[in-house]
Nanobody, 120 residues
Framework: QVQLVESGGGLVQAGGSLRLSCAAS????????MGWYRQAPGKERELVAA???????YYADSVKGRFTISRDNAKNTLYLQMNSLKPEDTAMYSC??????????????WGQGTQVTVSS
């Protein structure tokens, strides 16, 4: 069983920055691709960024150039650095593990999420 615990969300003004963290328990972290998802009220959940076990990354077009995903396998922690935040980035952000080292596949574990609110 893997537990994922997110932190770092909060209220920030447009143009500001936040760094989200996702701490994972268990020994599988380094072998799995990881992703950050977000869901705003009334909208579908979307994949914001992902990183595979080798460090290759994916970003949604809406966050390219503003967000950076990274991982520290020694600390079993996933990060999402969010810069130049916009009101449309407001959402609940959750981290998740993919079933393998690739982010082209199914997900298995999810965290509870951390709220990010960007004021205009």
């Amino acid at each position: 069983q893997v537990q994922l615990v997110e932190s770092g969300g909060g209220l920030v003004q447009a143009g500001g920055s936040l760094r989200l963290s996702c701490a994972a328990s268990g020994s599988i972290f380094s072998t799995r691709a990881m992703g950050w998802y977000r869901q705003a009220p009334g909208k579908e959940r979307e994949l914001v960024a992902a990183i595979n076990s080798g460090g290759s990354t994916y970003y949604a077009d809406s966050v390219k150039g503003r967000f950076t995903i990274s991982r520290d396998n020694a600390k079993n922690t996933l990060y999402l650095q969010m810069n130049s935040l916009k009101p449309e980035d407001t959402a609940m952000y959750s981290c998740a593990t993919f079933y393998s080292g690739s982010y082209y596949g199914p997900l298995d574990y999810w965290g509870q999420g951390t709220q990010v609110t960007v004021s205009s």
